[in-house]
């Protein structure tokens, strides 16, 4: 089974872009969950989607949003980017059951300058 | 708010010694409790989880974790540490919200183990 897939895995960008992240579950698995990690601070919780629709969000500015789509892929969109958005942006798939773990992908690195 | 917390930043080991690396959660309800590890250059991956019963779980690796309700914490533990155990270890915690579920985790523990 493949593992939870995230493109790209690099990105530089100047302040004021926008940018977005994507992400591929693990077949079968209809929860994307998507963290910011960064030295310190651990994995910050942004949202999770499940079929389609936002569950759950975290303390994040509105330029921060996502979506997902009918096969489970999702995306992530900052918008208006700042200095402080540079981290390691990660996706997580799970069957979307209470107890079912988070699968990650390797993550994409966002640099802004 | 939901928060966990994690007692250390940083540990340094030598082969063969024990550790503990303390957990501790804030939340009332029903919760479900996991340690992931980040090996480097790896992806986070899952290294033990509790649901219910047995408050003792046992993952891979020879990692263990205990439940203690009463404390809200959930400390790993591995009686003989090895070089390959160097890795970053976060406790996170699971639990039902807005129709769906929010897993948050610690800010992390970076362990060294010296060969």
């Known amino acids: 089974k493949a593992g939870v897939t995230q493109t790209p895995r690099y990105l530089i960008k100047t302040r004021g872009q926008q940018v977005t992240l994507s992400c591929s579950p693990i077949s079968g698995h209809r929860s994307v969950s998507w963290y910011q990690q960064t030295p310190g601070q651990g994995l910050q919780f942004l949202f999770e989607y499940f079929s389609e629709t936002q569950r759950n969000k975290g303390n994040f500015p509105g330029r921060f949003s996502g979506r997902q789509f009918s096969n489970s892929r999702s995306e992530m969109n900052v918008s208006t980017l700042e200095l402080g958005d540079s981290a390691l942006y990660l996706c997580?798939?799970?069957?979307?059951?209470?107890?079912?773990?988070?699968?990650f992908g390797n993550g994409t690195r966002l640099t802004v300058t | 708010a939901q928060s966990v917390s994690q007692h250390n930043h940083h540990v340094i080991l030598s082969e063969a010694a024990s550790l503990e690396l303390g957990c501790n959660y804030s939340y009332g309800g029903t919760v479900n409790l996991f340690w992931y590890v980040q090996y480097p250059g790896q992806h986070l991956q899952l290294l033990l989880k509790?649901?219910?019963?047995?408050?003792l779980v046992k993952g891979i690796k020879g990692f263990e974790a205990e439940f203690i309700k009463s404390k809200f914490s959930f400390n790993l533990r591995k009686p003989s540490v090895q070089w390959s155990d160097t890795a970053e270890y976060f406790c996170a915690v699971n639990s039902p919200l807005g129709g769906g579920f929010k897993t948050i985790f610690g800010a992390g523990t970076r362990l060294f183990v010296k060969a």
């Open positions: 509790y649901f219910s019963g047995d408050p």
């Open positions: 997580a798939s799970s069957s979307g059951t209470d107890n079912s773990p988070l699968h």
